[in-house]
T-cell receptor, first 113, second 117 residues
Framework: DQQVKQNSPSLSVQEGRISILNCDYTNSMFDYFLWYKKYPAEGPTFLISISSIKDKNEDGRFTVFLNKSAKHLSLHIVPSQPGDSAVYFCAASDRGGSEKLVFGKGTKLTVNP | GAVVSQHPSRVICKSGTSVKIECRSLDFQATTMFWYRQFPKQSLMLMATSNEGSKATYEQGVEKDKFLINHASLTLSTLTVTSAHPEDSSFYIC?????????????FGDGTRLSIL
């Protein structure tokens, strides 16, 4: 049972445009969400996070939006750059005190020059 | 930023061999490290949580006698895949958290590609 879902395995956008990566979750106990970026042959790199007490968190070109009622979060990258091309993973942890992160399968973003 | 080093990056060995993978936090102390496994086209799945100075906590379905975890210092955790078989072939990756608190992000090593012939 996939508790964190990234339904788009891939996304292609033009340089300078907005990239929107989506993530849905099913566990209502999740209260902390993270996005990681992964280049080939490297481990995931932490990008940005959001707590369930917020609905938006911004860091430079990256903004994460959280819609708790819809159990949906999205990562916006504006403007997109070719160096943003990578696999993006959404992850979540629950308020039960567990440190466990539950990951989605990832979305491969390609930013075309 | 926080750096986690994982070694080796790739292992190819015969069935029945035991393989040790090391995970080091290079510029910070990590009381807790995490071991994940990823099969092709699947998500990262937590195998176990490694706690310095105490026994690891294994996720349901993960054999603790098969996947031995040792976290003897604040900067090193090891995962040993004992008597590895072809079905153990996978991508293994560790992470460590900087500081205490659940909402501190985990920082990942670059992973180990294990291939059992």
């Amino acid at each position: 049972d996939q508790q964190v879902k990234q339904n788009s395995p891939s996304l292609s956008v033009q340089e300078g445009r907005i990239s929107i990566l989506n993530c849905d979750y099913t566990n209502s106990m999740f209260d902390y969400f993270l996005w990681y970026k992964k280049y080939p042959a490297e481990g995931p790199t932490f990008l940005i996070s959001i707590s369930s007490i917020k609905d938006k968190n911004e860091d430079g070109r990256f903004t994460v939006f959280l819609n708790k009622s819809a159990k949906h979060l999205s990562l916006h990258i504006v403007p997109s750059q070719p160096g943003d091309s990578a696999v993006y993973f959404c992850a979540a942890s629950d308020r039960g005190g567990s440190e466990k992160l539950v990951f989605g399968k990832g979305t491969k973003l390609t930013v075309n020059p | 930023g926080a750096v986690v080093s994982q070694h080796p990056s790739r292992v190819i060995c015969k069935s029945g061999t035991s393989v040790k993978i090391e995970c080091r936090s290079l510029d910070f102390q990590a009381t807790t490290m995490f071991w994940y496994r990823q099969f092709p086209k699947q998500s990262l799945m937590l195998m176990a949580t490694s706690n310095e100075g105490s026994k690891a906590t294994y996720e349901q379905g993960v054999e603790k006698d098969k996947f031995l975890i040792n976290h003897a210092s604040l900067t090193l955790s090891t995962l040993t895949v004992t008597s590895a078989h072809p079905e153990d072939s996978s991508f293994y990756i560790c992470s460590a958290r900087v500081g205490q608190g659940r909402n501190q992000p985990q920082h990942f090593g670059d992973g180990t590609r294990l291939s059992i012939l």
